[in-house]
C-alpha cells in the first residue's frame, strides 16, 4: 500500500485527521492505525467528509445508464468500484483505489478462491453453494447491465459518453473484474446511511478487526438517538452491550455518523503504541471469511450452523412419527407458523448456535414439532394466529432438553455436524500447489476447528444420553 500518496489523497479530499493522535504504519494484519498517545474515550480521531466516501451516488456517472435500480443493491458498490477503476489516474478516487490493492482484490475471500478449493468449506457454516450463489448473481448482474445498456443505444439511439463506453467495455471483455471489486467492496464497505448507503470509508477502512464488544444494533432507539445526537463520551461509552460478558473487552473505536461526515471515535482507553482496533461486528469465524477474508483463532463469537435439512432428516430416521405425520407437521411449521403467525425469523434453513448462546428459536421449534406425540401436536393445529404465536413462546430450550426423545435427537444432530466438522476429513491432497491455495487450506482448517469447538461445547453441555 501506498501510504505516503494515501495520506496525500486524504488531505486534498478533506479527511480530517489529528497527526498528533495516530499514525498509520505496516502492522501485522498489513497496515494499521497506532496511537501516539493515550487516548480517552470521546476522543475524535479522524473526521471523513460523505462525498469523500466511494459509493453508486457519489460515483455519479453510473447513473447515465439508467439501469441501476434494477440492479441487486448488493451490486451498487462493486459497480461504482469497478467504474472508476476503467476511469484511471481521472477518477477522483484513484489513488485511494491503488493504494487498497484494485488489482488483487482481497484474495482471500472465498468469492475468488477456485472451485476445488470451495470444496474445503463444505459441513463449515459458509457452504461453497453460497459462495457460487454470489458469484452468480455477481455475473448475472454484469451482463444484466450490458444487456440494458445495449437496447438503450439501439432502441433509445443514445449515445454514451467515452467514460461509460470505457466502462462497458471492461465489463464486456472482463466480467469477472466484477468479483474482485466485490471483495473490496465486503471487506472494506460500511454503511452509512441514507443516499449514500454502503460505501468504502477512506481512512475508516485503515483500522483493522478485533473481536470485541460491539455498539448496540441501529434499530435500539436510544442507541441510535445517542450514536447519532450526542458528543458526551459516557453516552457514546454506554452503548457498548454488556450482554456478551467481561472476558470480551469493549471495542477501541467506532465509526459514528454525523449529518455530512463519517467520525471515528475512541470507545475505550487506548495506550501509547497500541494499534486501534475496530469490531466490524460480533461475527463468527464462517461470516469473518465470507465477508473480509479472515479467521480469529479462539472468536469469542464463534458460531455453530446446523442445517434443518440435515436436522430433518435425522429425525425422521427415529421413526417416532411416520412420514406422512413428518410432512404435515413440516407444512405446519413451515407455512403456518412461519407465514400466518409470523414468525419467519424461527423457521429458516438453518440455525446458528454461538459458543455464548442457547438452543437457536428455530432448532428448538424443529425439534419440538417433529417429535412430540400426535396428541399434543393436534390442537397447535386448531389455534388462531395470535393464540399460536402466544402459545410457542412457552416453547424454549427446557421443552427440549428435558425431554429425553427430543434431547437423544439433538445430541445425534450434534454428533453429525461434529463428524462433518472433523478437520482431518480435509487435507492438502490436490490443494495446495501455490501459496493462495495453501492459505486458502489454512482458513478452512481454522473455520472448521471454531466450529467444531462450538459443537464440543454444546455436546458437553449435552452431556451423555
Not at 156 to 185: C, H, K, N
Not at 239 to 267: H, K, N, W
Not at 388 to 399: Q, R
Amino acid at each position: 500500500m501506498r501510504l505516503t500518496g494515501l495520506r496525500r489523497w486524504m488531505q486534498a479530499n478533506g479527511v480530517t485527521h489529528d497527526v498528533l493522535l495516530t499514525n498509520m504504519r505496516k502492522s501485522e494484519n498489513g497496515i494499521g492505525l497506532f496511537a501516539l498517545q493515550d487516548l480517552e474515550p470521546g476522543q475524535v480521531i479522524a473526521e471523513i467528509p460523505h462525498t469523500t466516501c466511494l459509493s453508486l451516488v457519489n460515483s455519479t456517472a453510473l447513473n447515465i445508464l439508467d439501469v441501476a435500480e434494477s440492479l441487486e443493491c448488493e451490486l451498487h458498490l462493486p459497480m461504482a468500484i469497478l467504474y472508476e477503476a476503467s476511469l484511471g489516474p481521472a477518477s477522483k478516487w484513484w489513488a485511494y483505489l491503488s493504494a487498497i490493492g484494485l488489482e488483487e482484490g482481497e484474495p482471500n475471500v472465498p468469492l475468488l478462491w477456485e472451485d476445488h478449493l470451495l470444496e474445503l468449506l463444505n459441513g463449515t457454516g459458509l457452504e461453497a453453494r453460497e459462495v457460487r450463489e454470489r458469484r452468480e448473481m455477481l455475473l448475472d448482474g454484469v451482463a444484466e447491465l450490458l444487456e440494458q445498456a445495449g437496447e438503450m443505444a439501439e432502441e433509445q439511439g443514445i449515445e454514451f459518453e467515452p467514460a461509460i463506453i470505457r466502462f462497458l467495455d471492461v465489463l464486456s471483455s472482463e466480467p469477472g473484474r466484477i468479483l474482485y471489486a466485490d471483495s473490496l467492496a465486503t471487506s472494506r464497505g460500511f454503511n452509512v446511511g441514507g443516499e449514500f448507503g454502503e460505501v468504502l470509508l477512506p481512512f475508516g477502512d485503515m483500522l483493522n478487526h478485533a473481536c470485541r464488544r460491539a455498539p448496540k444494533e441501529d434499530e435500539d432507539e436510544e442507541a441510535d438517538a445517542m450514536m447519532e445526537m450526542s458528543e458526551d463520551e459516557m453516552e457514546i461509552v454506554s452503548l457498548i452491550d454488556e450482554d456478551v460478558g467481561d472476558d470480551v473487552p469493549p471495542m477501541d473505536a467506532t465509526m459514528v455518523i454525523r449529518e455530512s461526515t463519517v467520525q471515528v471515535m475512541v470507545m475505550s482507553p487506548i495506550q501509547t503504541g497500541a494499534e486501534i482496533m475496530n469490531t466490524y461486528g460480533e461475527y463468527g469465524n464462517a461470516e469473518l471469511l465470507q465477508k473480509y477474508g479472515f479467521v480469529v483463532p479462539g472468536n469469542p463469537f464463534d458460531t455453530l450452523y446446523i442445517d434443518h435439512g440435515a436436522a430433518i432428516t435425522v429425525m425422521q430416521s427415529t421413526g417416532i412419527v411416520s412420514r406422512r405425520q413428518m410432512r404435515k407437521r413440516l407444512q405446519f411449521l413451515f407455512g403456518h407458523v412461519a407465514e400466518e403467525a409470523g414468525l419467519k425469523e424461527l423457521v429458516s434453513e438453518s440455525s446458528e448456535w454461538r459458543i455464548d448462546g442457547q438452543l437457536p428459536d428455530g432448532l428448538c421449534l424443529l425439534l419440538f414439532f417433529s417429535m412430540i406425540p400426535e396428541e399434543a401436536f393436534t390442537p397447535y393445529l386448531s389455534m388462531d394466529p395470535e393464540t399460536l404465536a402466544e402459545a410457542l413462546h412457552f416453547i424454549e430450550e427446557t421443552s427440549v432438553l428435558e425431554d429425553t426423545t427430543m434431547l437423544q435427537g439433538l445430541t445425534t444432530i450434534i454428533d453429525g455436524v461434529h463428524e462433518a466438522l472433523d478437520v482431518s476429513a480435509i487435507s492438502d491432497d490436490g490443494h495446495c500447489d501455490d501459496s493462495v491455495s495453501a492459505t486458502a487450506l489454512s482458513l478452512a482448517s481454522q473455520l472448521r476447528a471454531g466450529e467444531l469447538r462450538v459443537a464440543q461445547y454444546v455436546r458437553a453441555i449435552l452431556g451423555p444420553v
